[in-house]
């Protein structure tokens, strides 16, 4: 079955950078767009990050553009976001989700999350 497993989360100060991670499994990741939303505490679901298959498109949306950096590794199966010069507003639970989240219903599998808390 389909499996994402995120990890690297944790707590960092303003200004700070900290890369988050995904470990797929149960499909051939290399086939897929892959996508980053994340959730902040007492809001909605926000799309953060899509990368293609091969790696070498990216789309942005204009809160994190500049400062997050999606990428993948298609023989580790694993997605990664670079976030750098975070902001107190980043502050929050980060997904992985198969598919082009971007497009409403485009992503149809999500992790279990990792939290980002941007503090001093």
């Known amino acids: 079955q389909v499996q994402l497993v995120e990890s690297g989360g944790g707590l960092v100060q303003p200004g700070g950078s900290l890369t988050v991670s995904c470990a797929a499994s149960?499909?051939?990741?290399?086939?897929?767009?892959m996508s980053w939303v994340r959730q902040p505490p007492g809001k909605g679901v926000e799309w953060v990050s899509t990368?293609?298959?091969?790696?070498?498109?990216?789309l942005y949306p204009d809160s994190v553009k500049g400062r997050f950096t999606v990428s993948r590794d298609n023989a580790k199966n694993t997605l990664y976001l670079q976030m750098d010069n975070l902001k107190p507003e980043d502050t929050a639970l980060y997904y992985c989700?198969?598919?082009?989240?971007?497009?409403?219903?485009?992503?149809?599998?999500r992790g279990q999350g990792t939290q980002v808390t941007v503090s001093s």
């Open positions: 990368i293609n298959r091969s790696g070498d498109r990216t």
């Open positions: 149960g499909f051939t990741f290399s086939n897929y767009y």
């Open positions: 989700t198969r598919g082009e989240a971007y497009v409403q219903g485009g992503a149809d599998y």
